[in-house]
């Protein structure tokens, strides 16, 4: 093996462990700081890279934008399904405060009359 592939090697390595803990942290937290729009453009660009170094017969950095656009998916994968669970609670609130205001309605309606 050539030096110049055990520099590859190493950076792969170290860059795969940093993104190690990145998707550790995002599991725990079941929370992605990932931007929806960087996101889409990192895994594309990811994804052509890795085309790229395969025409080109560099195996290292395809597997290095494999792995990019692996941890793109994940954290692409749990900001989707933040989202949605986001608007399902936003939705799930304003029945739930909609529901009290009809049934306190008549309560307060008849409270208004009575200090007239």
Do not use: C
């Amino acid at each position: 093996m050539a030096l110049e592939e055990i520099i590859g090697l190493m950076g792969t390595i170290l860059i795969v462990i940093g993104w190690g803990f990145e998707i550790r942290q995002i599991i725990r937290r079941n929370h992605s700081p990932l931007d929806l729009n960087f996101g889409i453009m990192y895994l594309a660009g990811s994804i052509m890279l890795m085309a790229y170094a395969l025409a080109i017969n560099a195996p290292i950095f395809a597997f290095l934008n494999f792995l990019a656009a692996a941890m793109a998916l994940l954290a692409l994968y749990y900001k989707w399904h933040e989202k949605k669970k986001h608007a399902h609670t936003i939705h799930e609130h304003a029945f739930h405060s909609t529901v009290r205001e009809i049934v306190a309605w008549p309560k307060t309606k008849a409270k208004g009359r009575g200090r007239k």
